[in-house]
């Protein structure tokens, strides 16, 4: 090896060796980012070049009635968890680090089965509103969204168990079925049923999409079953529901506002346009989130950190985390946007020539990614800390500014109004959780802050 190489490699490796091989927390941490980080960077391949062949394979309208139904599903499938799938993250490891077996054996159950019966309860919910309103929902909507309805407890499930893997820091078992696999398997289903002579079709496309998420579901339940029956032998179960359902419900208001702030602008464009612009717009978000699993996999890593640095009386450890995170976060979204930004065009080619129109929209749209990343993961450290309450706060006025400026915007503007409204929500998102975060903790969380100096106020930094 040429000197000049061994010089620059030997201090990366010296820095990388304790990460791949150390347990303590900081490094633990950081190997699940980087497991979850490439696992984000083949996902997101795979996502991208899934939706370039199905949009190719179904056309504008067709795809666009395909991804609004998907959405939706995947929207409503989340929310039904009620939080448990990020609750069980808050939890666990708090029970770990007392050894409190009977309550982690109570907690995987329970959320699981909660899972699959409030999902199964929206679902019946949602029949019978398709039912009821049907008539006054566009003809090529509603086969779509009934095959989605039936999706949905399978969506809460996968939720869950991803949430229970990453409780116990398995980054490849909580990403890997919901980020490569699934996605794959929509593919695959698809590509047969059009080879065997199926219609190029939105419905063709839903039945692939229930076919893959039942399949992935039930084999990662199996399979994470069988690892948590290795790891925690048979024995006695307590369940504190009171206790979970009382983090778990401030989680999902705060997770269901921030993801509706994600994908309400899709389901917006979809209520006011026609699918072919869904598709266009559907086009640019998705090829400009290539940048979001960056933030995906920091959130993914710092999550469990923050509750463990918690139980620890030393609050500028608290800071040195958060602060960390934030430069995770803003560098390297810094970085892969502007090469997405760079490529847009031609990335928007892939999916078909009247598709590089939402070119503009890349651009509007990647200024409101990096104003997020500037704080980090953010909502993860409040929800940690025991903030839920102040998240849901901030959320919901995050959430009633997007509303607000999607309604107004899209209208008047089209696509160019929703891209504006989605970006125009995200600073508003970002603000109010640096705000939250100084005044709360007295902690900077900034990229550009200095992680070393000691919180702002030393009577506000214990939760």
């Not at 900034?446 to 030393?458: E, L, M, Q, S, V």
Request: hydrophobic residues 55%; charged residues 10%; positive net charge.
């Amino acid at each position: 090896m040429p000197p000049a190489l061994r010089g620059w490699l030997s201090p990366l490796l010296e820095k990388l060796g304790p990460v791949l091989t150390s347990n303590d927390p900081k490094h633990l941490a950081q190997r699940m980012a980087l497991v979850a980080f490439a696992i984000r960077v083949v996902s997101a391949a795979i996502a991208f070049v899934s939706q370039i062949i199905l949009a190719r394979v179904m056309g504008d309208f067709e795809y666009g009635i395909f991804v609004f139904v998907w959405v939706l599903v995947v929207l409503f499938g989340n929310l039904s968890c009620l939080g448990f799938h990020t609750a069980i993250i808050r939890f666990l490891p708090q029970y770990h680090a007392r050894d409190a077996l009977a309550e982690i054996r109570g907690l995987t159950t329970t959320v699981r089965i909660f899972a699959l019966v409030s999902a199964t309860a929206l679902a019946v919910i949602g029949i019978g509103g398709l039912w009821l309103f049907g008539h006054r929902i566009d003809g090529y909507y509603l086969v779509p969204l009934y095959l989605g309805i039936f999706t949905l407890p399978m969506i809460a499930l996968g939720d869950v168990m991803d949430g229970t893997s990453r409780a116990h820091s398995w980054a490849v078992s909580a990403l890997s079925p919901t980020y490569i696999i699934r996605p794959v398997l929509i593919l695959g289903f698809m590509l047969l049923a059009v080879a065997i002579g199926e219609p190029h079709t939105a419905q063709t496309a839903m039945i692939a999409a229930m076919a893959a998420t039942y399949l992935t579901s039930v084999t990662q339940f199996f399979i994470l079953t069988a690892r948590l029956r290795r790891r925690y032998l048979r024995g006695p179960r307590r369940i504190e529901f009171g206790t979970w359902i009382r983090v778990a419900v401030p989680i999902f208001l705060i997770e269901g506002f921030g993801f509706m702030l994600t994908n309400s602008d899709v389901v917006i464009v979809g209520l006011y346009l026609d699918p072919e612009s869904v598709a266009v717009y559907f086009a640019a978000a998705k090829t400009m989130a290539l940048v979001h699993f960056v933030m995906f996999s920091v959130k993914a890593a710092a999550a469990p950190r923050f509750s463990a640095a918690m139980a620890s009386p030393d609050r500028q450890q608290l800071a040195v985390i958060a602060v960390e995170s934030a430069k995770w976060s803003f560098w390297p979204s810094l970085g892969v946007g502007g090469l997405v930004l760079a490529c847009g065009t031609f990335l928007l080619s892939l999916f078909g020539p009247s598709f590089v129109s939402g070119y503009p929209l890349m651009a509007i749209l990647f200024a409101g990614i990096m104003a997020k990343a500037l704080v980090g993961p953010a909502e993860a450290f409040l929800t940690m800390a025991g903030r839920q309450t102040l998240c849901v706060a901030l959320y919901a006025g995050a959430l009633v500014a997007n509303l607000l400026l999607n309604i107004t915007l899209i209208p008047m503007f089209g696509l160019t109004g929703a891209a504006f409204a989605t970006t125009g929500a995200m600073v508003v998102e970002a603000i109010l959780l640096h705000v939250a975060v100084r005044r709360t903790f007295g902690i900077v969380l900034f990229a550009f802050a200095d992680p070393h100096t000691r919180p702002i106020k030393a009577g506000a930094t214990r939760p």
